[in-house]
């Protein structure tokens, strides 16, 4: 059975980002691409994502500036939803699909294009707590860096329930994996 997981970095203080949507905070960063939780063992089980608009425009930005759309290579080879309310740059040739509304509907689409493996809510932290709110978040995997920013794009932009399952230190990050609670007890 698969997951839906958001697997993403945050600063010591709660964003993903900084006000001006740089990452440069993450990327100055000591991190074991073997240790706990990391990147290319969690990628390995995932068979589909989704991420927001702003994320897809990070992409756009950062992945293929100064690249001309023909050259432009989509960084995953998996299929792939964005959460948008506004027309956007499509990759020529990428497996993307564009989405509006209710995530529930979209949702079911992803899992069965997963197969087995699991669905990773890439960011924001909005579109991650509309998967909370539906009720079809499992995991939220954390990398916490010893950084504060004071202001930014948050973890998550409402209260979500968490349990932890696993944790520890990746080189200059502390580790996570939660697990959503989807009842408290006595509620």
Known sequence: MSLTQYYTATTLDGFIADP???LEWLFTRDQDREGLLNYA???AGVGALAMGSSTYEWILDHEFADKDPVDWKWPYEIPSWVFTTRELQVVPGASIEFARGDVAPVH??????ASDRNVWIVGGGDLVGQFADAGLLDEVIVYV????LGAGAPL????????????GR????????YAVVRELPGM
């Open 20 to 22: 001006n949507h740089s």
């Open 108 to 113: 079911a689409e992803m899992v069965a294009a």
């Open 156 to 167: 998550l932009a409402r209260r979500v329930e968490l349990q932890l399952e696993e944790a």
């Open 41 to 43: 063992e969690f990628i």
């Open 170 to 177: 990746n080189r200059d990050f502390v580790a996570a994996r």
């Open 145 to 148: 860096a010893p950084v504060t």
